[in-house]
């Protein structure tokens, strides 16, 4: 029996950097009466009161939401209000040399964009976070800069050696994401398993970067029944499925699979 469903959130419920669509969050809102619901992204807790939480009606069930911003090294759960739980936290000594490397690597790998929209390197406290045409980039130069990931690796591929010491992971369209090591969404996975007394098997997990380097990949490698989905239009039927099935009265919820 499946108790939680946990989500990637760029690219998963919402389109890199933007709210859900009503759609999106009606489906949210009718899962959460029937199972307990995570979130684990990249991003950070104002982008996901922006993004999510804004878009979510007053009677939705947050008692049964779980918010982990910045790939799980951040962990929110509701009681009356939003809570934070646990932060892990880079020392500053840690920011300033990741911050370093990424500036060096960027440089070196030639993939330095023309132009930018916004902060490229973004400091998040728990992560250091490289959005190579700037946090603000609109979605149309976003989705066409790197699909297959071949700039990033290149990137990355520079970067490891630099950061030797630290956990490196590609999301959304041009994010790299480097925190603690052992600080991912596996990290996370295991927290929500401690923190709720839901064992990994209980679970499902959604995400569109569910492979090697990928900043989903760390969820489904620790155990979890997981479904890479294209975009936002597949989690969406994703989620229908799920609805059918506990509003059916049927316990054997197992991960969907891809036509």
């Not at 990355?156 to 490196?168: C, E, G, N, V, Y």
């Amino acid at each position: 029996m499946k108790r939680l469903f946990v989500f990637d959130l760029d690219g998963t419920l919402a389109q890199s950097k933007s709210s859900l669509d009503p759609e999106m969050a009606g489906l949210l809102g009718q899962l959460l009466i029937f199972m307990k619901v995570a979130v684990i992204s990249g991003g950070t807790w104002e982008q996901f009161e922006t993004q999510l939480l804004a878009k979510l009606t007053n009677d939705v069930h947050l008692e049964n939401l779980f918010l982990l911003p910045t790939c799980g090294t951040q962990f929110y759960h509701y009681v009356h209000r939003w809570e934070k739980v646990y932060s892990e936290d880079l020392s500053d000594s840690e920011r300033s040399h990741i911050i370093a490397a990424l500036h060096d690597a960027l440089e070196k790998s030639g993939m330095m964009a023309p132009e930018t929209w916004g902060e490229v390197i973004e400091d998040r406290g728990s992560q250091i976070t490289l959005s190579a045409l700037g946090q603000q980039a609109p979605l149309s130069a976003k989705a066409f800069w790197d699909p297959d990931f071949t700039k990033r690796r290149k990137i990355t591929a520079i970067l490891a050696p630099l950061l030797p010491s630290f956990a490196i992971n590609m999301g959304g369209t041009t994010s790299i994401d480097v925190t603690k090591p052992g600080i991912d969404k596996a990290y996370g996975i295991k927290k929500l398993r401690d923190q709720l007394n839901i064992p990994i098997n209980e679970m499902l997990f959604a995400g569109d970067a569910i492979f090697e380097g990928g900043n989903d990949f760390p969820a489904q490698a620790v155990g979890v029944d997981s479904l890479l989905v294209r975009d936002t239009n597949e989690t969406a039927r994703v989620i229908q499925t799920v609805i059918a099935c506990l509003g059916s009265g049927d316990a054997q919820i197992t991960a969907p699979k891809r036509g």
